[in-house]
């Protein structure tokens, strides 16, 4: 009552100023054995705020990964941490203790589509919603219904959502990343060493294709993470802790902030232009890449974002080829996806 008087101030919250005042959540990915591939794409899409596709057997570590992105992220600036905020009094489930936490949503798959992208006869935000400024991490992403995938496309490139009701519309804000895992095939074996698949040729076309080309045009690192033999696994040498990635990742995303004021993953148009310049030879490079391989104009583009992530976590001030060929490398998966 003494504040709603004015007798008292409001105590502030006591917010930490950089990444190390907040704990590590999500595990630490040191206890990752092996996968160095997918665990670079994770830093990858740590570091520009891009959307990630594992692809792989049981087992492999998938969901393992993807649990581990909050440990690589830094904390929330104030204005975003006060948007999350506001979004999560909607539910009742602002946690004053989890302020400039980023959001971890992980539906099931039998998520009704109200409940994943908002709506009701009153509408409210969905899981999209309350995972904005955070992770969205969709597992098993072939068994959610298909015209619920296809609602995702929209938030993918706008960061927001709107619902349209007979009595209302409404505009909830869905700046999310995706992480999602999928297997290769229904019963999952498919190009595993140790394990036969079972699934004839039409079976995989036909849950691939649960999947539309536009939803994994969205998606910009795509990677498979294979089986690993327990020989293998037994002697891979412990990597780098996530407190050490996180400071690098924290450090190349400063760097964006202060270039053009948004994530990689956000530059569009002319400032896509301008801060993914490319000299002459890796521009031939890239273009001679997307015709061999049919890119569209978004992989395209979104290749581009990828390269400058990868030249922001390596303090270049330019993308150089290697960065091109590395980004590359994480759209080999949608071919295969595609069936192209």
Known sequence: MAILRGEEEIPALPAPTDSSDLPIRGGDLAEVRGQEQAKRALIVAATGGHHLLFSGPPGTGKSMLAARLPSLLPPLRDEEALEVASIHSLHGLFDPANWRQRPYRSPHHTVSAAALVGGGSQPRPGEISLAHRGILFLDELPEFPRSVLEVLREPLETGEIHIARARQRARFPARFQLIAAMNPCPCGHLGN?????????????????????????????????????????????????????????????????????????????????????????????LRLAAERLHFSARAYHRILRVARSIADLAAEASIRQEHLAEALQYRRLAHTLSGS
């Open 193 to 285: 060493p140790l394990q036969a698949c079972r699934c004839s040729p039409a079976q995989i076309q036909q849950y691939r294709s649960r999947l539309s080309g536009p939803l994994l045009d969205r998606i910009d690192l795509q990677v498979e993470v294979p089986v690993l033999a327990p020989e293998y696994l037994e002697n891979a040498p412990r990597g780098e802790s996530s407190a050490v990635w996180r400071a690098r990742i924290a450090e190349a995303i400063e760097r964006q902030w202060q270039r053009q004021g948004c994530s990689n993953a956000q530059l569009q148009g002319e400032a896509l232009d301008q801060h993914c310049a490319l000299e002459k030879n890796s521009r031939d490079f």
